[in-house]
């Protein structure tokens, strides 16, 4: 069993249910989403100046599957979920947006996967959420998740909007 955990946001139609649907089709046949943290409210990166604003969380997921595997579920409960990737606007709006930001300290650079996610240490919508959960998780190559969400500088652009 490997714990993972998975950063969820959304800025399109129902943005909570959009979340609580990708948490339910997440959590079946191997997985099981243990923990999940607090609902923020996060300005868009990147992508449209015009895109609403997302709601992001992360989740803890013990899994059964391996990396590939908890990757393509995450792909198909996206395509599942509305969003659409043929043609889309890179960063911009969408039903859900699934990514596995760390699954256990298994490190993987392919060309359509990696994980530490890329991106996370850069992003408070991800390292704020993911310290609420876990803020001793190990980043491979990094530190700590604590350690990561201090590096953070100026505003973490995130407002608490549910617990």
Known sequence: MTRAYIGLGSNLGDRLA???AAIEALDWGGSRAAVRSPVYETEPVGGPPDQPRY???VI?????????????R???VEAALGRER???QRWGPRTIDIDILLFGDVVVDERDLVVPHPRMLQRG???VPLADIDPSARIPGYGS?????AALDGSLG????AR
């Open 145 to 149: 998740v604590a350690e990561a969400r």
């Open 55 to 57: 709601m992001n969380m």
């Open 60 to 72: 803890g997921v013990d899994t059964d599957l391996d990396v590939r595997d908890l990757f393509e």
């Open 125 to 127: 919508f991800v390292l």
């Open 18 to 20: 959009n979340l609580e």
């Open 158 to 161: 995130v407002a608490l909007v």
């Open 86 to 88: 043929e043609g889309a």
């Open 74 to 76: 995450c792909q198909g």
